[in-house]
């Protein structure tokens, strides 16, 4: 089992495709003048890296929130009986 999380992070106005392709295994949702990145994060310290990077970058970030992850059936449960 692992401790990854979801996150979602909002930034004032919209991210250059340049500023976008340090980014990876994000996705990246675009909402009038915000920037929702959300992605999955191993531990504190990898999301402390990524805002790190976006503030490198210039960004404001106005909001980090912890997401539900999607739950993913238990193959145990799911058999034919």
Not at 14 to 23: P, V
Not at 27 to 56: I, K, M, N, P, W
Request: hydrophobic content about 40%.
């Amino acid at each position: 089992m692992t401790d990854e999380r979801a996150y979602e992070v909002r930034v004032t106005g919209a991210l250059t495709d340049i500023a976008l392709d340090g980014l990876d295994d994000v996705e990246v949702a675009r909402q009038e003048s915000r920037t929702v990145l959300s992605g999955h994060f191993a531990d504190q310290a990898a999301l402390y890296g990524f805002l790190a990077r976006l503030r490198s970058l210039g960004l404001e970030v106005v909001e980090v929130r912890q997401v539900a992850a999607p739950v993913s059936p238990d193959p145990k449960t799911d058999r034919d009986e």
